[in-house]
């Protein structure tokens, strides 16, 4: 790509667009102006071990301890893990598998905490002055805190902004765009709590070292855009908020940067190999609370919302809280329920069961009634290009559809499947009806199966190599040893017999022979 083309792609009149996406009905309106309430303490806490990117943390507690709010129950196992924390004070009634917030549906070790009421915090975190930290330090820390990417990746934060090692990062991007539709949570974190998020955004700022700090919020929030533009700079470093259209899949990292900085993220590389590291506003706001008060990621906000809900609401929640509490807490059900969705409409999962807990990295529960689900009979595929131009990774749907449902999976990995981030812009621009997303999970899950039996028979092949190597070593040790005993003893009995022919008499000669007569 010559010179005069490049800069053409990244003129800024160009800035703030990205290929592909859809408009939906974005219904937020529903929540946008309900103030984060409070939840109380609900009745049981059921706290995964699993609830990040990364290997289960390790438990610390047992069943009848009785544990403190804030309290480490469950360790990070490995550099891609985070810590669990006990999100109230009281006792631990149960330790085993339980129904994961998981589209598997699939049980995962779970501690389940009957709160006493009490409320009663153990020892705090150490408080940092990140003003006067070093990097390492307030890593360490935000690590210690157990915090994760609160967009719903669940990514280790300490991770990501260890980054900073490897790349040249001079921009923090904190990603403020929302774009799923209903959920209004991130947006009323920023109105209602500006000022955090950007000392947040300065802490992290400073572990990065970074240049910049900006905030990328769709147009249709206008009150957080004014409440964040109030700051022009965090712990020193310059401040700004960029504008993006209200356009989903605006909210996924690597179509952020692109309208906000203008820079385009090859496929399967990071946005930190660009320059920039980007975190939720929510992730922010949890750093705030872990370096300035010593408090651990035990709750978060979110939105509870859907015409199925009898009073849809921002919630403060504990990490844990059942949703059927959750549910109760804003009035119940209402109409006839369709499903219920942890996350957004375009990216969440139906639940299994209403018992599931929220994680660190659930942003919302959805009760849709059946006036708000798509209802339409599967068509075959007509190859308008609907999909083609809803996507916003340049992908053509139509023919990796065609591919996995022929099931050539190696053929749809050769026309980018691995590139599809699952946005469901696709599926939502079908006029089909197709199934595309739930087509492509099933794909890549698929070739990950093959991926991990070909992994698992090339480590067999790879051990069993090591063994047959170790073997033949030691053999080859044993026979050597075998060798220079033999040499050893060898030496030994032909010193033996030098020795003793040296203590030998000299033989007798003339009429000295024993036995001989003299004449």
């Known amino acids: 790509m010559s010179f005069l083309s490049l800069s053409n792609l990244l003129k800024p009149s160009t800035w703030g667009t990205v290929r592909g996406g859809v408009h939906p009905e974005y219904r937020k309106a529903l929540t946008s102006e309900a103030e984060t309430l409070r939840m109380p303490i609900p009745q049981l806490l059921r706290v995964p071990l699993q609830q990040h990117s990364g290997a289960m943390a390790e438990p610390l507690v047992q069943r009848d301890d009785y544990v403190l709010k804030g309290q480490l129950i469950g360790k990070a196992r490995g550099t891609m893990s985070a810590n669990i924390h006990a999100p109230t004070s009281g006792r631990v009634i149960a330790l085993g598998a339980f129904t994961a917030p998981h589209p598997s549906g699939l049980p995962v070790p779970t501690i389940t905490i009957r709160p006493d009421g009490e409320d009663k915090w153990g020892p705090h975190l150490p408080r940092l002055r990140p003003e006067m930290a070093d990097p390492d330090e307030i890593a360490a820390h935000i690590e210690l805190a157990g915090i994760v990417g609160l967009g719903g990746a669940a990514f280790p934060a300490a991770v990501k902004l260890n980054q900073r090692k490897r790349h040249a990062v001079d921009t923090l991007l904190l990603n403020g765009a929302e774009c799923e539709p209903y959920l209004t949570c991130d ?159 375009m990216m969440g999962h139906p639940v299994a069961s209403l018992r599931v807990p929220v994680v660190k990295g659930t942003c919302g529960v959805l009760a849709m009634t059946v006036s708000e689900t798509r209802k339409s009979d599967q068509m075959p595929c007509i190859r308008c290009g609907s999909c083609v131009g809803a996507c916003a990774n340049g992908l053509t749907p139509f023919d990796l559809n065609a591919k996995i449902q022929a099931g050539d999976l190696e053929g749809a990995a050769k026309v980018g499947l691995m590139d599809c981030m699952s946005c469901g812009s696709c599926a939502y621009a079908c006029p089909s009806g197709i199934p595309l997303l739930q087509a492509f999970d099933y794909a890549r899950g698929k070739l990950a199966e093959r991926q991990g039996r070909k992994h698992q028979q090339e480590e067999t092949k790879r051990l069993a190599a090591a063994r047959k190597a170790r073997e033949e070593a030691i053999a080859e040790a044993k026979k050597q040893m075998m060798l220079k005993r033999k040499a050893e003893m060898a030496a030994k009995k032909k010193a033996e017999e030098a020795a003793a022919a040296s203590e030998m008499p000299p033989p007798a000669t003339g009429s000295a022979i024993q036995g001989e007569a003299t004449p």
């Open 187 to 345: 947006d009323r974190l920023m109105r209602e709590n500006a000022e955090e998020i950007v000392d947040g955004a300065g802490i992290m700022g400073r572990a990065i070292g970074v240049k910049q700090i900006i905030v990328g919020i769709e147009s249709n929030k206008p009150d957080a855009i004014t409440a964040l533009r109030r700051f022009k700079f965090a712990l020193g470093i310059p401040f700004s908020v960029k504008v993006v259209p209200a356009q989903y899949p605006m909210g996924s990292a690597k179509h952020l940067v692109l309208a906000v900085t203008g820079k385009e993220v090859p496929a399967r590389a990071r946005t930190a190999e660009m320059g920039v590291l980007v975190y939720n506003v929510g992730t922010a706001h949890a750093v705030h609370l872990a370096v300035r008060y010593g408090e651990p990621l035990i709750s978060r906000v979110i939105t509870v919302s859907g015409r199925g809900v009898a009073r849809p609401s921002n919630v403060k929640v504990l990490i844990g809280t059942p949703i059927s509490d959750i549910i109760d807490f804003c009035g119940g059900f209402v109409g006839e329920i369709d499903r219920v969705i942890l996350g957004g409409p």
